[in-house]
């Protein structure tokens, strides 16, 4: 099949202008050169039944479900990890709407255009036009000030304001913009509903591959275990293999293993997910996990995390977590962390994995850790109070003769003595702050 002809892996669909589609300022530039869209695109969904997931969303009745049914005005911020259809949803919420949409990306345009932009929406508000529906997608790539700019918009009418981010909202955007919009939580795919997406893909004359790949059951299941929940990389997996295998391929589990190749894993260094598998490292060597915390680590070793960070959270959990109990677990976290920047990548990886490991197997102390939370806090209370004088230098002879000294016990000529004296300032005698009954 030649270009342009149904079922093509290169076909080329044109965009639709005016309402409830991207704007006609913003062609896309491929099908002006008739040049091919991916498949992912052109499989976009075009209606609500074409939607594959979110059912906690778009079950009958859900907020959602209304908005997008009876074309209700609702800001909203959506929520979720790649590839799960908040730029579809938002399309769709225009259309049903039948607001103009205005799509915008924070991560390749700035605050000069989107003013623009919101300029652009309050003059069609004021002539009557039917609204405007503004998608900026990556909205958390705006600081907080900048996100000011779009509050008098959205309380004038001027727009109604969807974001799309795939970091915490709580974290990223500011309250009053928050205030003002419904944060929707988007899930990632199940494995069956990327299956059903795939197929979907793979027969579809029109938007799909037309069969030019012939695609065996279990490597659509391959396929979707490989995407993770992200309907964007599994149909760009797809369409890889495709291309690889040439028309009238059928997708061999060699085949398959060339097109996952391109895989690389979903994580941002600092993002959410990036504090989520911290956090689950820290927690399952504490709680004396290692096969739980060698696969976190993994994970973020294969992710392209930075080693030096890595090593840091380990040795703060030799002291934190695992502490006196084996206080020479600190020293084999320093010869880890010296191990890695002798060796590099990848023998020094072992040595992280070791050290985990140790930790995760080691018995666990935090009296210090707890010790020193309950002293700061004291600290923080009484940080005026003077020394005692017993306890004060006396360097002169003034001072001696003002007291200075007096009453102290040198441990070595008095140990009792030593014991019972008071370390304390006045107020806080016989406080105790470090217990630990497995130390004694």
């Given at each position: 099949?030649?270009?342009?002809?149904?079922?093509?892996?290169?076909?080329?669909?044109?965009?639709?202008?005016?309402?409830?589609?991207?704007?006609?300022?913003?062609?896309?530039?491929?099908?002006?050169?008739?040049?091919?869209?991916?498949?992912?695109?052109?499989?976009?969904?075009?209606?609500?039944?074409?939607?594959?997931?979110?059912?906690?969303?778009?079950?009958?009745?859900?907020?959602?479900?209304?908005?997008?049914?009876?074309?209700?005005?609702?800001?909203?911020?959506?929520?979720?990890?790649?590839?799960?259809?908040?730029?579809?949803?938002?399309?769709?919420?225009?259309?049903?709407?039948?607001?103009?949409?205005?799509?915008?990306?924070?991560?390749?345009?700035?605050?000069?255009?989107?003013?623009k932009v919101l300029a652009r929406a309050e003059s069609a508000?004021?002539?009557?036009?039917?609204?405007?529906?503004?998608?900026?997608?990556?909205?958390?790539?705006?600081?907080?000030?900048?996100?000011?700019?779009?509050?008098?918009?959205?309380?004038?009418?001027?727009?109604?304001?969807?974001?799309?981010?795939?970091?915490?909202?709580?974290?990223?955007?500011?309250?009053?913009?928050?205030?003002?919009?419904?944060?929707?939580?988007?899930?990632?795919?199940?494995?069956?509903?990327?299956?059903?997406?795939?197929?979907?893909?793979?027969?579809?004359?029109?938007?799909?591959?037309?069969?030019?790949?012939?695609?065996?059951?279990?490597?659509?299941?391959?396929?979707?275990?490989?995407?993770?929940?992200?309907?964007?990389?599994?149909?760009?997996?797809?369409?890889?293999?495709?291309?690889?295998?040439?028309?009238?391929?059928?997708?061999?589990?060699?085949?398959?293993?060339?097109?996952?190749?391109?895989?690389?894993?979903?994580?941002?260094?600092?993002?959410?997910?990036?504090?989520?598998?911290?956090?689950?490292?820290?927690?399952?060597?504490?709680?004396?996990?290692?096969?739980?915390?060698?696969?976190?680590?993994?994970?973020?070793?294969?992710?392209?995390?930075?080693?030096?960070?890595?090593?840091?959270?380990?040795?703060?959990?030799?002291?934190?977590?695992?502490?006196?109990?084996?206080?020479?677990?600190?020293?084999?976290?320093?010869?880890?962390?010296?191990?890695?920047?002798?060796?590099?990548?990848?023998?020094?990886?072992?040595?992280?994995?070791?050290?985990?490991?140790?930790?995760?197997?080691?018995?666990?102390?935090?009296?210090?850790?707890?010790?020193?939370?309950?002293?700061?806090?004291?600290?923080?209370?009484?940080?005026?109070?003077?020394?005692?004088?017993?306890?004060?230098?006396?360097?002169?002879?003034?001072?001696?003769?003002?007291?200075?000294?007096?009453?102290?016990?040198?441990?070595?000529?008095?140990?009792?003595?030593?014991?019972?004296?008071?370390?304390?300032?006045?107020?806080?005698?016989?406080?105790r702050y470090f217990t630990d009954p497995d130390l004694g």
């Amino acid at each position: 099949m030649g270009p342009g002809e149904t079922g093509s892996l290169f076909e080329s669909e044109p965009r639709r202008e005016g309402r409830g589609s991207a704007p006609r300022s913003e062609p896309d530039p491929r099908a002006a050169r008739g040049a091919p869209r991916p498949l992912a695109e052109r499989l976009r969904p075009r209606r609500l039944e074409e939607v594959l997931g979110q059912r906690h969303l778009l079950a009958e009745g859900s907020l959602l479900r209304t908005v997008l049914e009876q074309g209700l005005r609702q800001s909203l911020i959506l929520w979720g990890p790649p590839g799960v259809g908040k730029t579809t949803l938002a399309r769709l919420i225009a259309e049903s709407s039948a607001l103009d949409f205005e799509p915008f990306s924070a991560v390749t345009s700035g605050l000069p255009e989107i003013r623009k932009v919101l300029a652009r929406a309050e003059s069609a508000r004021r002539a009557g036009g039917p609204g405007t529906l503004l998608f900026v997608d990556e909205i958390h790539r705006f600081n907080k000030a900048q996100q000011d700019a779009f509050l008098p918009y959205v309380e004038a009418g001027d727009i109604l304001l969807i974001g799309a981010t795939t970091e915490n909202p709580s974290f990223e955007l500011n309250s009053a913009l928050l205030s003002r919009a419904r944060v929707v939580v988007l899930r990632p795919l199940e494995e069956q509903e990327l299956v059903e997406l795939l197929r979907r893909a793979a027969a579809d004359p029109e938007r799909g591959l037309g069969g030019a790949l012939r695609v065996p059951e279990p490597a659509f299941v391959e396929l979707a275990r490989a995407a993770d929940g992200d309907a964007r990389r599994a149909l760009t997996l797809l369409e890889t293999a495709a291309l690889l295998g040439g028309p009238g391929a059928v997708l061999t589990p060699q085949l398959l293993a060339q097109a996952l190749q391109h895989k690389a894993p979903r994580y941002d260094k600092s993002g959410e997910e990036h504090y989520n598998l911290i956090s689950a490292l820290h927690k399952c060597i504490r709680a004396g996990k290692p096969d739980a915390a060698l696969y976190w680590l993994t994970r973020m070793l294969e992710s392209g995390e930075d080693r030096d960070f890595l090593l840091r959270r380990l040795t703060r959990i030799a002291i934190e977590d695992v502490g006196l109990a084996a206080p020479g677990l600190l020293q084999e976290a320093l010869a880890a962390w010296d191990c890695w920047s002798r060796l590099g990548s990848p023998e020094g990886e072992l040595a992280i994995c070791q050290l985990a490991v140790r930790l995760a197997q080691a018995p666990k102390s935090d009296a210090v850790y707890r010790a020193y939370a309950e002293a700061r806090q004291d600290v923080q209370k009484t940080s005026n109070r003077p020394v005692p004088l017993h306890l004060a230098n006396a360097p002169t002879g003034l001072m001696k003769a003002l007291g200075y000294g007096q009453g102290y016990r040198h441990f070595h000529d008095d140990p009792e003595g030593a014991k019972a004296m008071e370390g304390f300032p006045e107020g806080l005698e016989g406080r105790r702050y470090f217990t630990d009954p497995d130390l004694g």
